[in-house]
Structures are given as C-alpha cells and as structure tokens.
T-cell receptor
Framework: SQTIHQWPATLVQPVGSPLSLECTVE??????LYWYRQAAGRGLQLLFY??????ISSEVPQNLSASRPQDRQFILSSKKLLLSDSGFYLC??????????FGEGSRLTVL | AQSVTQPDIHITVSEGASLELRCNYS??????LFWYVQSPGQGLQLLLK??????LVQGIKGFEAEFKRSQSSFNLRKPSVHWSDAAEYFC??????????????FGKGTKLSVKP
C-alpha cells in the first residue's frame, strides 16, 4: 500500500535561518506531489505542485521554494525564514485527478 | 474563479445527534467535490468524493454527502455523531484536470465539537 512520510514533525527556527522540509512517498510511481500551508482560520493554501522530477509549479509568490530531485521525493526550502512563514505544512500526493493523500504535517514556528 | 464556502466556522452537537456540515462551491463546470477530516496536529484524511453519477455518496466512518447542482452545494451528513468525530472538516472542489491535475480549492473548514 502507499504511504507518505513527512519530516520533521515539529520545527522551531529563528528568523533568517534556512529551512528544509522533506516528503517521500512509497508504494506508487510518478505521483503528483504537493505542498500546502495551513494557517489558522485560513484553510489550506497550495504552495507548490509537481507532476514529475524537476517539474515544479508555484502557486503563490513567497519566500519558499520546492524541489523534486527524485520521483517520490519532494522538498520544501527557504534560504531565510520570515516570521510569516510560521504555519502547518502538509505534503500530499495523487495519481488520479483530485484524490489527494496527505502526510502528517510539519509544524514550523519561526521566532 | 473557483471557490468553496463553508459558512459555519464552529459547530457543537451532542453525541448521538445528527450532523450536517454545509459546503457551497463556485465552479464553471461539473465539479469534483471532496470532504476531508483533520484531527488536531494531523494530516487530512479523505472522507468521501463525488466525481459523477449518483448524487448521494457514501464515505468512511458513516458519513455521506449529497451533491445538489441547483444549489451548488455538497453538504456532509451523519445520522448519529460519535465523540470521536470531533475534528475539523474541509470541503474541497477540484480544479481543471487538463492542466494542474489534482489541484484542489479548499474551504476554510468547520470545526466540530461533540458534547457528551
């Protein structure tokens, strides 16, 4: 069966420090991969999605970037974190239109 | 542009009572519709989905939802709520699958509390 792993689960970082959140999927090939951010009372915001290795689409301009170095690996990064980057980050995958499967999330606090 | 509205931010029901969570969408074509549930500090789990066909769809954990095109709604229902149903519920609509496949637009969520 397919599984999705996301880490770290919790992260506290100072303003201006770098960020790397990693997500891997097992049990499937060539999935679509997504990064969402969830802020309190604002629902889920799609940040990036990828339909293949090295193919990244950004939905909103921001201080973050994403990379897909392998078929089932998706990384969210920042060179310098801002306070506004705090939030709950969710990785997700799909192989069919629309049905997303989510990881357990990463709670980022920027101080 | 596509949008999803969940009018109720927070709902409290008694255990054993029936539940209906509202969802309205704005979409130019026949939408793909989903309900997800999220427990605190966790990821989202798919409850049910509507792609086409029967407008009443059954999901996991005893939930169902009905697609009403005339009302642009996809309300989630459960006949008898259990304490373990306390969570946040998100409605989502699917975007254009010819291009950005799988991109969903989410509502802001409805938090469900269950009284003993």
């Amino acid at each position: 069966s397919q599984t999705i792993h996301q880490w770290p689960a919790t992260l506290v970082q100072p303003v201006g420090s770098p960020l790397s959140l990693e997500c891997t999927v097992e049990g499937t090939s060539n999935p679509n991969l997504y990064w969402y951010r969830q802020a309190a009372g604002r629902g889920l915001q799609l940040l990036f999605y990828s339909v293949g290795i090295g193919q990244i689409s950004s939905e909103v301009p921001q201080n973050l970037s994403a990379s897909r170095p392998q078929d089932r690996q998706f990384i969210l990064s920042s060179k310098k974190l801002l306070l506004s980057d705090s939030g709950f980050y969710l990785c997700a995958w799909s192989v069919r239109a629309g049905e997303l499967f989510f990881g357990e999330g990463s709670r980022l606090t920027v101080l | 542009a596509q949008s999803v509205t969940q009018p109720d931010i927070h709902i409290t029901v008694s255990e054993g009572a029936s539940l209906e969570l509202r969802c309205n969408y704005s979409y130019g074509a026949t939408p793909y519709l989903f309900w997800y549930v999220q427990s605190p500090g966790q990821g989202l789990q798919l409850l049910l989905k509507y792609f086409s066909g029967d407008t009443l769809v059954q999901g996991i954990k005893g939930f169902e939802a009905e697609f009403k095109r005339s009302q642009s709604s996809f309300n989630l229902r459960k006949p008898s709520v259990h304490w373990s149903d306390a969570a946040e519920y998100f409605c989502a609509v699917g975007e254009n699958y010819g291009g950005s496949q799988g991109n969903l637009i989410f509502g802001k969520g409805t938090k469900l509390s269950v009284k003993p």
